[in-house]
């Protein structure tokens, strides 16, 4: 790890690092499994998809909530001295972006299945609150919005990941070390 990191010594705290990890593994299952709903011919396993979708896309805005709540609470460890200001310009730029989507992707899902008028339980437990009620227009053109949302996501992990990378293959700041699962606890 670089000298300025280690200087630094600072970590995202285990809290952050299980936060950042579930979520993100929720969300690469949750993109092919969105597709995959969409373009299944109609039956119990199509049904089954989408179940499997909303309930883990409402588990990813639970999640949000408290990820939300934890960011708003810490400090997040600081930049490598090395980034310049425009480095650290785009990073704050994707992170609040995904922090966005990531929350703005369940809520339109939840207005499209309330618009559509299907009743769904949260993992057959939860019945989903419903607050707009029948709408086929509202449906039609907020599945638009999420389809959407969802090609912007694409793209933005791929500049995430890519960026993610170059810290670590390039960059070597460490910048990708203080967010993996393992290793000391973080203060
Ligand atoms: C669906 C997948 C992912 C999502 C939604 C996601 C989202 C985020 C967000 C929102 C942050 C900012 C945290 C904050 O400022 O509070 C972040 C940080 C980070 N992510 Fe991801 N991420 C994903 C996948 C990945 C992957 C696959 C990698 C590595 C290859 C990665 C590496 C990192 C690193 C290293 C940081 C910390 C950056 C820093 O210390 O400033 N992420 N991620
Ligand atoms: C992290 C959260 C989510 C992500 C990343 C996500 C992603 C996707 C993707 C990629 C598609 C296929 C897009 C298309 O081709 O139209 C899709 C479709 C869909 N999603 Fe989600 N979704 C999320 C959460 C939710 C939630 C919470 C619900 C409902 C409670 C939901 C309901 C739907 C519905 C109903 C469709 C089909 C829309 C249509 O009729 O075209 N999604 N989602």
């Known amino acids: ?3 300025v990191l280690r200087n630094s010594g ?5 809290l952050a690092r299980w936060l950042h990890w579930s979520i993100a593994l929720l969300v690469f299952v949750q993109i ?3 597709w995959l709903a969409s373009t299944w011919e109609l039956s119990p396993a199509k049904l089954g998809l989408f179940a499997w979708h909303k309930s883990l896309g409402i588990l990813v805005l639970a999640l949000m909530v408290l990820r ?5 609470t810490h ?13 650290r310009r785009a990073a704050r730029l994707t992170h609040a972006s995904l922090y966005l989507l990531l ?11 309330d618009a559509a008028g299907v009743p769904f339980s949260i993992f057959r437990l939860v019945p989903l609150p419903s607050f707009v009620g029948p709408d086929e227009a509202v449906a039609d053109a907020v599945a638009r919005v999420h389809h959407g949302l969802s090609l912007a996501l694409v793209a933005l992990l791929v500049l995430h990941v890519g960026a993610a990378l170059r810290h670590q293959f390039v960059l070597r700041d460490g910048v990708l070390e203080r ?9």
């Open 10 to 14: 600072a970590r995202w705290n285990a």
């Open 103 to 113: 929350v703005l992707l369940p809520l339109t899902g939840w207005i499209v299945n």
């Open 75 to 87: 400090r997040p460890p600081p930049w490598p001295l090395a980034m310049g200001r425009g480095e």
């Open 68 to 72: 939300i709540v934890w960011r708003t």
């Open 1 to 3: 790890m670089s000298t």
């Open 32 to 34: 092919p499994l969105g």
């Open 179 to 187: 967010m993996l699962p393992s290793g000391r606890r973080a203060r």
